[in-house]
Structure formats: structure tokens, C-alpha cells
């Protein structure tokens, strides 16, 4: 993502300053970011109408707002319970989709069409727009990719507390265990698959996502939550370590970044746990605090399956030792 954004100008009474930010012409710049924290007009306009009513019942509500970025092959959906957990423990929650997500499972594999073409820093953008319309800095919870999205917000300066659940790599996280290879074949094994969504056969599925759940959850799972995912990202993120100007790239060194939590589970193959430590290693030269956890016999569906309430309690106790309610 480049440092410098040349494009229209935003509308500043539509973004929050936090820290030391500074109002310019073109918007809040400040706070620590290596880039400008301009939001573009396009992106505001990106916002849905059920974004905007998250938004205004998290502004209303007094209460601090905890974000929660889902992944590829999820929707926002996915993170129902945690959000009904934070909020009984004093929170406002928000769960933005990524540009163009379908309401729900069905609609999305009705028309996985609608779901191509989204890159890293597109995403990226979009939440970093949501984001700015709350009146208070938020706590920032993402799973897989949306764990990578997690981190690069961080990195702009606009999350008080951060969790990043088996978080995809970044540029400098140099690890390709062959189990990740084999949970991205699906899409990068054809590269036209750039310009597509592509779903996951349940086989598929049953590798990437839930190898630590039984065959009968696994199903489950599979009907319950999964739609197809944008195959730019996982071309992004494969290539990072040759591409300079990526957009899977995260500004590591930002001492706004906050205290960052990377969570991983032990039986995880698309994020096996050699991905998550050389993230943490890259992370923990912060100043801030950062922190790692392996989570016992579980797999890539930590968020999802019958023992997501485990999961979901390290990551509440992690942001309220930062981000009162």
C-alpha cells in the first residue's frame, strides 16, 4: 500500500481522530501511520446500510467497539457469537463485510461472482473506512486472512488492542509448510482463479478448514458457514516475499500499533504454527506489547466449531487487559 494517496479527498467531518492525529484539507494524518490516514470518497461510499447501522448503534451505545474481520470463505455471519459473548461482557460490536459480501450463505453461492476481484489492501481500505466513523479507537479481531487484515490495520494506527487468529502471512513471514501449500491449491494451483471467487469442494474443506473436528461437525460446518473466496488474496500473499509494492504487507514497526495477541491453533494446516511464530518474531520487535498462543488440538474452524467459546475467552481476556468495556 503505497504511503502517499493522490486520490479525491474525503469528507473529514466523517472521520475520527484519535491520538495525536492532525485535520489537514484532506483529512486526519498523524497518530504514528506510515501512511496518510486520508479516507478516499470511494471508500465511504463502499459503506452498506448495514454497516452504517452497526456504526451508529456502536456510537450511540457509550460503550468501546471491538471490530471483527472474518477471512476467506466465511462470512461476517461467522463471528455471531463471538460478538453476542463481548457484548455481554460490556462491549459494542461491529462485524463489517468485506466490499460486495452477500447477506448470507445462500446468496453467496448463488453468485460467487460477486465475491471476485477483492485484493488485500481493497479490504483493507474498506474496514480502515468503517473504522474511522466510530467515536472511539476499537479492538480488532480477525481470523485467517482477516487476521493479516487485523495486523495491517494495526499497522495504521487505528486498533487499541489486537487478535489475530491463524493469521495468513505477511512480506517477511517466510515459512510455506507443505500443508499450506496444499490448503491454497484449490485456488492457486489455475491461475485464472485470480479473477475468480472459488469455493471449497467439501474435501476441501474438510483439510483446510476441519481436520481437527469430526466428520459429522465437519459437515456441519461446511453447510453452515462456507461460501466462495476472492482468489486475488491468496495470489497476494503468495507472492509477497518477491513483490515490493504488495499489498499483503504490514507496517510491523508503528508504535501506535497497539498490543497485538497472534493466536494459532497446534493442528492447523493453512496456518500451521512455523506461519504464526515467524509473525510474532516479526512483531515482537514493537514496543508494545505481543504475545502468541498456541491453542491445543485445534484446526483452521477454531472460530467456528463446538469449541470456538474457548478460543473467543482468550481473546476477551487479551483486550480487556487494554480495552476496558
Not at 89 to 109: H, I, Q, S
Not at 153 to 164: K, N, W
Amino acid at each position: 500500500m503505497e504511503d502517499v494517496d493522490d486520490e479525491a479527498e474525503a469528507p473529514v467531518e466523517l472521520l475520527r481522530p484519535w491520538g495525536n492525529a492532525v485535520r489537514t484539507a484532506g483529512g486526519y494524518i498523524g497518530n504514528g501511520v506510515g501512511r496518510s490516514a486520508r479516507i478516499k470518497e470511494r471508500e465511504v461510499a463502499d459503506i452498506t446500510e448495514y454497516e452504517t447501522d452497526q456504526i451508529t448503534k456502536a456510537n450511540a451505545s457509550g460503550r468501546r467497539p471491538v471490530v471483527f474481520v472474518h477471512g476467506l470463505w466465511l462470512l461476517p455471519m461467522s463471528w455471531d457469537r463471538w460478538r453476542e459473548l463481548f457484548e455481554d461482557a460490556g462491549y459494542t460490536t461491529l462485524a463489517p463485510g468485506w466490499p460486495d459480501d452477500p447477506n448470507t450463505v445462500d446468496e453467496a453461492n448463488a453468485h460467487p461472482e460477486v465475491m471476485a476481484h477483492k485484493t488485500v489492501g481493497q479490504v483493507a481500505d474498506h474496514f480502515e473506512a468503517v473504522i474511522r466513523r466510530l467515536d472511539a479507537r476499537p479492538a480488532v479481531i480477525g481470523h485467517s486472512f482477516g487476521g493479516l487484515l487485523a495486523q495491517i490495520l494495526a499497522g495504521r494506527g487505528v486498533s487499541d488492542a489486537t487478535v489475530a487468529l491463524d493469521p495468513a502471512p505477511f512480506r517477511g513471514v517466510l515459512p510455506l509448510p507443505i500443508s499450506s501449500l496444499r490448503s491454497a491449491a484449490p485456488v492457486l494451483g489455475n491461475p485464472a482463479n485470480h479473477h475468480r471467487a472459488v469455493p471449497l469442494t467439501y474435501e476441501q474443506f474438510r483439510y483446510s478448514f476441519a481436520n481437527a473436528v469430526t466428520e459429522g461437525e465437519a459437515q456441519e460446518l461446511y453447510h453452515l458457514f462456507a461460501v466462495p473466496g476472492s482468489g486475488v488474496p491468496l495470489f497476494q500473499a503468495a507472492t509477497a516475499n518477491l513483490n515490493p509494492w504488495t499489498e499483503a504487507k504490514v507496517n510491523s514497526k508503528n508504535l501506535e500499533r497497539g498490543p497485538l495477541l497472534i493466536m494459532d491453533g497446534e493442528l492447523d494446516h493453512t496456518v500451521p504454527w512455523s506461519i504464526a511464530s515467524a509473525a510474532y518474531t516479526k512483531q515482537k520487535r514493537n514496543k508494545n506489547v505481543t504475545e502468541i498462543v498456541k491453542v491445543p488440538d485445534r484446526g483452521h474452524s477454531l472460530t467456528i466449531d463446538h469449541g470456538w467459546r474457548e478460543v473467543a475467552q482468550i481473546a476477551l481476556e487479551f483486550v480487556g487487559r487494554f480495552v476496558k468495556p
